[in-house]
């Protein structure tokens, strides 16, 4: 009887050490794949946000070559007129 308990206890110690060391790790794991998580939300976040201010920029860039374009598109046809 003695005998069995010892080899029960001897085959938790053999499981039950493993099991709790795996335990620990995958706790540890879900603890870094949380933090990742939120990481990778506020960098998607900060990324939507500076997309969003590019192409305000973009669209602002374009709004004043357009102006540009018929300020000079003026000029020339004044140029011209002027030249005939």
Do not use: C, Y
């Not at 001897?10 to 998580?37: C, E, S, W, Y």
Request: avoid cysteine; aromatic fraction near 4%.
């Amino acid at each position: 009887m003695v005998g069995v308990l010892a080899t029960l206890a001897g085959l938790f110690a053999a499981v039950g050490a493993p099991v709790l060391k795996l335990n620990g790790t995958i706790t540890r794991l879900q603890t870094l794949l949380d933090q990742m998580r939120g990481e990778l939300n506020d960098f998607k976040d900060r990324s939507r946000q500076t997309h969003r201010r590019l192409w305000e920029r973009s669209e602002q860039q374009d709004r004043q070559l357009a102006d540009h374009e018929g300020r000079l598109e003026k000029l020339e046809t004044r140029e011209r007129e002027d030249a005939d």
